[in-house]
């Protein structure tokens, strides 16, 4: 049997234990909800999020993943919720990102930000900038991403 809470704030509090996990952000959207947890705040930070739904008012947990993307709120529409999030560059305040030309943008909460679009169908989303001291820079491509780890290893192993 599944846990149903009276309040949206119960059921994310009761995903993980208080003492252990810090909430990063929540997102909800008429009986939808989405949360991104940080499951290891003293050391390395380890992002994970959960989904959850009320019905006949009464929220519960649903699926979870170590990753984002996108997610059928019903199953008889091909419409969902298209998450992104991760890790934020040091001194970064907000972020922003687009999904099939739909820009949001939002707060970087403890190194850690969560964009949500809702309504949507299954798509890919980026984020597309970062918010550092004031200015709004650059945010590196996957592929971008994947080259600079590799130059770094590169680096690594040559010395």
């Known amino acids: 049997m599944i846990p149903e809470f ?10 993980f234990p208080a003492q252990s996990t810090r909430i990063i952000a929540v997102r909800e959207h008429g ?3 989405v949360a991104l947890f940080d499951t290891r705040p003293s050391a390395e930070p380890y992002l994970y999020e959960v989904h959850y739904q009320r019905q006949s008012g009464r929220w519960s947990e649903g699926s979870s993943s ?6 059928r709120l019903d199953p008889d529409s ?15 305040d907000r972020v922003r990102g687009e999904f099939d030309g ?6 970087v909460v403890n190194g850690a930000y969560l964009l949500a ?4 169908p299954s798509s890919d989303a980026t984020v597309t900038a970062f ?14 991403q994947l080259q600079a780890q590799r130059e770094a290893w590169l680096r690594t192993r040559d010395s």
């Open 6 to 15: 009276a309040t949206f704030d119960e059921a994310v509090r009761a995903s």
């Open 66 to 71: 170590n990753g984002a993307g996108w997610h």
């Open 102 to 107: 739909q820009v949001l943008e939002e707060d």
């Open 78 to 92: 091909d419409l969902g919720v298209e998450t992104v999030w991760g890790e934020a560059p040091a001194g970064a």
């Open 31 to 33: 009986d939808a909800a």
């Open 131 to 144: 918010r550092v001291n004031g200015e709004w820079i650059h945010a590196p491509t996957m592929g971008e």
């Open 117 to 120: 679009w809702w309504d949507v």
